[in-house]
């Protein structure tokens, strides 16, 4: 299946890809708080769902930047993302209640 996959040839491109991707990160945090809620989990287990998450997403930006065809602006969206929710995660798990 070689010739299938169309990565962004243009700035614009990978803005747009960006955007995309920014858009499938919140359908993962949504997840993450559906599952953790419907699993009636303690604030602790949710924190540490949303630090994986975080994981997941920055592991993304590192994919995005040094991957085949290097998209900047998808791996800098993605490292942004992935650090506030990271910063979110962290807050949960230190921030008391």
Same mark, same amino acid.
């Given at each position: 299946? $070689? +010739?299938?996959?169309?990565?962004?040839?243009s700035?614009?491109?990978?803005?747009?890809?960006?955007?995309?991707?920014?858009f $499938?990160?919140? %359908? +993962?945090?949504? $997840?993450v708080?559906?599952? /953790?809620?419907?699993?009636?989990?303690s /604030?602790? +287990?949710?924190? !540490?769902?949303v630090? !994986?998450?975080? +994981?997941? %997403?920055?592991? /993304? /930006?590192?994919?995005?930047?040094?991957?085949r065809?290097? !998209?900047?602006v $998808?791996?800098g969206?993605q490292?942004?993302a992935?650090?506030?929710?990271?910063f @979110?995660? !962290?807050?949960?798990?230190? @921030?008391?209640?």
């Amino acid at each position: 299946m $070689t +010739g299938h996959h169309h990565t962004p040839k243009s700035l614009a491109g990978d803005a747009a890809l960006a955007l995309f991707v920014l858009f $499938t990160d919140a %359908i +993962g945090c949504l $997840t993450v708080v559906v599952w /953790s809620w419907g699993a009636h989990l303690s /604030s602790r +287990g949710f924190a !540490l769902w949303v630090l !994986l998450l975080a +994981g997941l %997403i920055l592991a /993304s /930006s590192f994919a995005f930047r040094f991957g085949r065809v290097p !998209l900047p602006v $998808t791996a800098g969206i993605q490292v942004v993302a992935g650090s506030l929710v990271a910063f @979110g995660g !962290l807050l949960l798990l230190f @921030g008391g209640n």
